[in-house]
Structures are given as C-alpha cells and as structure tokens.
Nanobody, 121 residues
Framework: QVQLVESGGGLVQAGGSLRLSCAAS????????MGWYRQAPGNQRELVAT???????NYADSVKGRFTISRDNAKNSVYLQMNSLKPEDTAVYYC???????????????WGQGTQVTVSS
C-alpha cells in the first residue's frame, strides 16, 4: 500500500503565498509521476501541475507563472510553491502519485486526503 500525506494548506490573503508538501510512503516500484490536483465547490477535480521522475513539468494554464512544482526522488516527495494567490485558487488540493509497473502492465493512481487552501480577497 502507498500512502500520501499532505501538509501546508491554510488561509491566506490574495497576493500571498503558500507551500504545499506531500510525502509518499510504502514500497514504491517502477516509474511514477507526482502532481497536484484541486477541486473547488461546484467544479470537477482539475490538474494543477505534474512532474515526472525525470523532472518533466506540466502546468495548468491558470497557474503558469505563479505556481512551481518540484520533487525529491529520494524521499518520494512533491512540493507546490504557490505565489500571487487569487481567490479563484480556493479549493481542496490533492496530492497524486501515478504508478506504472510495465512488467505487470499495471497503472494506478494514489491520492492524498486533500488539504484546504482558502484565499481571501
């Protein structure tokens, strides 16, 4: 079993910053992609940013230039630095680990419990 534990969420004023952290525990074998997703009330869960084990980055257009994703492969951890926050960024943020085991034709998504980020105007 893989467990993802998040920290760093909270309340911040517009224009402020927050840093989210997520650490994966358990026996992880194979190639993985880690990332962040978010879900606001009345909306579907959407991709925020992802990063491969090799460091390839992908950002949603709405956060480009404001958010930065990074990871520590040795610790199986992923981070999201959020700057210039807007009220529209208010959502529950979920850490994600996408695991691929080619020898078993296996792919699976693991999710954190979610952490609330609230940006006040």
């Amino acid at each position: 079993q893989v467990q993802l534990v998040e920290s760093g969420g909270g309340l911040v004023q517009a224009g402020g910053s927050l840093r989210l952290s997520c650490a994966a525990s358990g026996n992880i074998f194979g190639i993985n992609v880690m990332g962040w997703y978010r879900q606001a009330p009345g909306n579907q869960r959407e991709l925020v940013a992802t990063i491969t084990s090799g460091g390839r980055l992908n950002y949603a257009d709405s956060v480009k230039g404001r958010f930065t994703i990074s990871r520590d492969n040795a610790k199986n951890s992923v981070y999201l630095q959020m700057n210039s926050l807007k009220p529209e960024d208010t959502a529950v943020y979920y850490c994600n680990l996408h695991l691929t085991l080619r020898s078993a034709s296996f792919e699976y998504d693991y999710w954190g419990q979610g952490t609330q980020v609230t940006v006040s105007s």
